[in-house]
């Protein structure tokens, strides 16, 4: 199946294939490059379930993003 990147920088999955596949309006789908070719694969429901979950987790610590690039380089190298 050939299909066309538009204007926009963006592609179309067609109708056919995202009905196969369930995907919706707000689906995920993961993209991995594997050599010259560009995956797709959709993530299933057990993947959203997991990110339900894990929004609910509190974090152990509070640290703002400098924070934790400075300890990350302090840990790292």
Request: proline share 3%; charged share 35%; no cysteine.
């Amino acid at each position: 199946m050939i299909i066309t990147i538009s204007k926009g920088q963006q592609i179309t999955i067609p109708a056919d294939v995202r009905d196969l596949l369930g995907l919706d309006v707000g689906s995920k789908i993961e993209l991995d490059v594997e050599d010259d070719k560009i995956i797709l694969r959709a993530v299933g429901e057990d993947l959203e379930e997991v990110f339900r979950e894990t929004a609910q987790v509190k974090p152990r610590y509070t640290l703002t993003a400098k924070q934790m690039d400075d300890l990350n380089e302090q840990v790292f190298r």
